[in-house]
């Protein structure tokens, strides 16, 4: 089983959704997440971190379930602009730091 | 303004040449780190640094060195032994690494240099 996992769609969405990712994780001891966004050819840019009480950034609502051991990031009222591929970040646990990414969700917003 | 700064931003080689992949962050922070990634594929860890004169093996060291001589720089040296050296190479740094309690930093990257060996 892959440490972090994420479906890598494309989800394809008309301008106005909502749309959800998911991403799972087998390390039952990570201590901290994050989504990131990266665009065609470009470095990825942090999005949000994801808190156990669950946090929102404008139309960005970050959530963690650690009895399922899944983060999740919603998009309301989606833009053209959220075109892009979204990566969850999972640190920590077992005594390693290492930041581990999942291979990343494409999602395309269409007029 | 802080940051992370990668050079050049294109570089093409022929094969059986050494190169060298210059990253340098202002940021003041402690561990740093380069990955590699292909088209249509997750980043993947290479080498990283928690201190200067340390670095550690990622997942796929193979062909790579790196060394930690100043705290504000990190280069990379994908040698001839590497197989397929044409990708995406990202560096990026955060505050705090491992072992040193402290889980919550999230990575800033730079810009990336794309390498093309020929």
């Known amino acids: 089983r892959k440490e972090v996992e994420q479906d890598p769609g494309p989800f394809n969405v008309p301008e106005g959704a909502t749309v959800a990712f998911n991403c799972t994780y087998s390390?039952?001891?990570?201590?901290?997440f994050f989504w990131y966004r990266q665009d065609c050819r470009k470095e990825p840019k942090l999005l949000m971190s994801v808190y156990s009480s669950g946090n929102e950034d404008g139309r960005f609502t970050a959530q963690l379930n650690r009895a399922s051991q899944y983060i999740s990031l919603l998009i309301r009222d989606s833009k053209l602009s959220d075109s892009a591929t979204y990566l969850c970040v999972v640190n920590g646990g077992g005594g390693s730091y290492i930041p581990t990414f999942g291979r990343g969700t494409s999602l395309i917003v269409h007029p | 303004d802080g940051g992370i700064t990668q050079s050049p931003k294109y570089l093409f080689r022929k094969e059986g040449q050494n190169v060298t992949l210059s990253c340098e962050q202002n940021l003041n922070h402690d561990a740093m780190y380069w990955y590699r990634q292909d088209p249509g594929q997750g980043l993947r860890l290479i080498y990283y640094s928690q201190i200067v004169n340390d670095f550690q093996k990622g997942d796929i060291a193979e062909g790579y060195s790196v060394s930690r001589e100043k705290k504000e720089s990190f280069p990379l040296t994908v040698t001839s032994a590497q197989k397929n050296p044409t990708a995406f190479y990202l560096c990026?740094?955060?505050?705090?690494?491992?072992?040193?309690?402290?889980?919550?930093?999230?990575?800033?990257f730079g810009n990336g240099t794309r390498l093309t060996v020929t």
């Open positions: 990026a740094s955060s505050t705090r690494g491992p072992g040193q309690n402290s889980y919550n930093s999230p990575l800033h």
């Open positions: 390390n039952s001891a990570s201590q901290s």
